[in-house]
């Protein structure tokens, strides 16, 4: 797929919302996590020994750092972009598909823009504005060495997948000397962790939050926490960091409070799922989007005008009786964007991931459907994606659709 043309203007404010909210969630949940940790992770929807974990895990300097890897996701919609989740944690499989993305976009870009006449447009490499975090971060540890050693860990089935490879390959190329491992491959013991190939600087897991349901991920976790206090390497992205990017929390951002700020304009409307919002919600259902406040590639997510007033009003019903934390979400409707390819122009839905990287713009991932799908837009859920190059007003004009690559 050819890269999403975007607007100076509107990258600015796409990062603008990505850096502001970043901010803004970073501060409430600091602040609700110092005067009422148990209340908050409730009302997060954690509880049990799954709070328990999390609250063992809170340290101003685990915090501080939860907003260093993030994806803001915005859908594209007729009234401009709305952001309708945070992303925060390893989004390896965005890093590593953005550079490779541009990789083979820069390859072919110069020759086709030539026949333009016009400059080939540039495409954010993630891998660059990741390796500077990383290098930053272990700075202390390397001493006079140049190359930071990283170990990359993934879940047992996710090895062999390409994602944390690539992210791996382009790391290297930035400096960092990076390799992909599970939990059995890397030997844990404060100054003294390493893996088959030597020491290393820094251990980030790759682990979602549903995959601490298996016990030695979690074990893992505990224990590369560990190793980093007995002075080993810093453990990068714990659990902790994704509340940040619990949906529940942008409507706990909003509540008020002596730290609570209000978030940037572009945010959708978010509130939980529970009390006057829920009853409210069966009569607002082509309004609506009901969402799982932990979730992960589309899973679970209703959209109301997709479905009917039965199975609207049984899935509400179905989150009450499970008591999982959901979210009601106002309904940001797309905005067709005309892509070209070999078969002529094509419409799509769009959604744009915008990457924050050590406070960085990282770059664009976008995702497009063709328009009139139904459902999210989520690879996991079909589809596809490329990136965005961000071209200034004056050049747009050159940049019709036939003319896009």
Known sequence: ???????????????????????????????????????????????????????????????????????????????????????????????????????????????????????????????????????????????????????????????????????????????????????????????????????????????????????????????????????????LSPPLFTLLGNKALLALATEGGDEAQSLPLLVARTVIASGVALDRAHEDRDRLVLKPAVGYGGKDVVIGRQCSPDLWSAALARIVAEGRRHVLQEYVAPSPVDFSSDRGPASYEIGLGCLCLGGRLGGFLVRHVPTGSTGPINVSRGATFSGACVLPKAELARWRPEKRL
């Open 1 to 235: 797929m050819s890269p999403l043309v975007l607007p100076q203007d509107t990258a600015d404010a796409v990062w603008a919302a990505t850096r502001d909210s970043l901010r803004v969630l970073t501060s409430v949940l600091r602040y609700r996590l110092r005067v009422a940790p148990e209340k908050t992770l409730e009302a997060l929807g954690y509880s049990g020994t799954q709070a328990t974990w999390l609250r063992s895990m809170h340290t101003p300097a685990n915090l501080a750092l939860a907003s260093a890897f993030a994806r803001a996701d915005f859908v594209l919609g007729v009234e401009g972009p709305r952001l309708v989740e945070m992303n925060v944690g390893p989004t390896v499989g965005g890093l590593g598909i953005l550079d490779r993305y541009a990789e083979e976009f820069e390859s072919v870009a110069a020759d086709v823009t030539n026949c333009f006449g016009v400059r080939p447009p540039a495409l954010l490499r993630p891998g660059r504005a990741w390796a500077r975090c990383l290098l930053k971060i272990a700075g202390p540890r390397l001493g006079d060495r140049r190359r930071a050693r990283l170990a990359l860990v993934v879940a047992d089935d996710e090895v062999d997948v390409p994602h944390p490879h690539e992210a791996a390959r382009y790391l290297r190329r930035e400096g960092i000397e990076a390799e992909v491992v599970k939990v059995n491959e890397i030997h844990l013991d404060g100054t003294a962790t390493r893996t088959a190939h030597g020491p290393v600087d820094l251990v980030y897991g790759c682990f979602t939050f549903d995959q601490f349901s298996t016990v030695r991920y979690r074990r893992f976790v505990d224990a590369a926490l560990a190793a980093e206090a007995a002075g080993g390497p810093r453990y």
